[in-house]
Every structure is written in C-alpha cells, then in structure tokens.
C-alpha cells in the first residue's frame, strides 16, 4: 500500500515541479512582454522643417499688346507691325527666337458692344501675348524696365495683372533629397530634447510621413527668389 502511494507521489511530485517551473517562466514571460509592450507604446511624435531659399531657374514674361482700326485690313497690318517691333525689341535685348513664341490674335468689334452709347472712334480691336519663355530671369528682369521703349514707339502694352511676369523653380527635385535629410534631422533633435525631458532616451523610428514640399515667392518685392519648404512628420519610439 505504501509503494502504491510513492508510486503516486512521484508523478505527482514531477508534476508540481513542472507547473511550478512553468508558472515562474511564463510569469517571467508575461514581465518581458508587458515590459516590450509598454517600450513600444511609449512614442513621441514631432515634425521637422526644412527650408531654402532659392534662385528662380525659369522666367514668363507676357507681353500683351492691342491695335485698334476701322478696317479688318488695317487692324492686321497693325497688329502684325507692333508684334515685329516687339520681336526685334526682344532681340536686341538678347533672347533667341526659340525663346518667343505669339499667341493667336483676338478680334473685338466694338460697335456691337456699344448698344445705344456713343460709338468708339474704331470700329475694331486686336489683342495678342507675345510669350518669352526664358531660363534668363535675370535678362527678363532687366529687359522688362526698358519697355517704355516700346510705349514710345506707339505700342499699347496691357498693365493688367493677368499678364504679370511669372518667375518659376523647376530644380526642385536636385534638391529633394538633401531637404528631407534636415527636416529629418530637425525632428530627431526635437524628439532628443523631449526625451531629455523625460528622462527617456530616442529609440528607433516608428513611423514617418513627408509633407508636400511648397514653393513660394519669397516676398512680393523679389517674386524671382523663392523659399522651398517641407515638414516631415515622425513617431520615435522612447527607451528608459
């Protein structure tokens, strides 16, 4: 009978010891991993900016000018004289041919928009945009103060802000990746400083986004100096 029972509590004996070791190594497992989950929970998010100024690479200069005449004949003869004097205006200041192009003419009669007022005293108007698309902004910049030059020799050149000099960036991809390395940058420190604070330190990334990259005139007294801008958006994760 006594054998039976140490028979018995050998098994049961193993038994215990197995559950007892099992209990202290998944009691030590559920630690481990409530202490993993509470690292990995523990995220600071923070933004980086990066900023440049740059030199516009592409200028869009319109010059828009109107003829008016009583004949159709005349108004084309006109038209066609004030675009060559422009050509050979843009010449002289030095932009090749390839660099001016000239949109269709746009006819108004002027008498059907009178109704019952006073007539003008021609009866038609022309209007047409000489285009010069030019990587010279600094040429445009110039040539653009001398078109009184061009007010003198009779032509009516339009003020309206419609055909305002637009100066361009198209080199924004050259500079893409460097940008991005200091708004990466920027938001590390941020996050170096927050955990500072924390008595934390910076782990590894958790998440990033990048923001749209923005392009804009600088001022509106320099429109040919343009301020890049982009913001990235990062998670760090903190360790103790």
Do not use: C
Not at 74 to 87: M, P, S, T
Not at 100 to 118: E, G, I, K, R, W
Not at 158 to 177: C, H, Q, V
Not at 180 to 187: E, L, M, P, S
């Amino acid at each position: 009978m006594s054998h039976t029972r140490s028979s018995l509590a050998l098994p049961s004996l193993i038994i215990g010891s197995l559950l007892a070791v099992g209990l202290v190594w998944s009691g030590s497992y559920i630690k481990q991993a409530a202490q993993v989950w509470e690292s990995s929970s523990r995220v600071v998010t923070v933004k980086g900016l990066a900023e440049r100024e740059v030199k516009a690479d592409l200028a869009l200069w319109p010059l828009h000018f109107s003829v008016n005449a009583n004949k159709l004949v005349g108004l084309h003869e006109a038209l066609a004289n004030d675009e060559q004097k422009i050509r050979a205006f843009l010449t002289t200041q030095g932009f090749p041919t390839d660099q001016v192009s000239v949109t269709s003419p746009q006819v108004t009669d002027l008498y059907a928009n009178s109704y019952n007022a006073q007539r003008p005293d021609e009866r038609y108007r022309a209007e047409a945009t000489i285009l010069v698309r030019s990587p010279k902004v600094d040429l445009v910049k110039d040539s653009a103060s001398k078109t009184g030059e061009l007010v003198r020799e009779g032509i009516l050149l339009s003020a309206d802000y419609a055909y305002r000099t637009e100066f361009l960036f198209t080199g924004l991809e050259a500079i893409k990746p460097d940008m991005i390395a200091v708004a990466t940058a920027d938001a590390r420190r941020a996050a170096q400083q927050f955990a500072k604070d924390s008595g934390s330190s910076v782990g590894h990334i958790k998440h990033a986004s990048q923001g749209y990259f923005s392009i804009s005139d600088l001022d509106s007294y320099t429109p040919d100096i343009k301020q890049v801008r982009v913001v990235t958006t990062i998670d760090y994760t903190l360790k103790n």
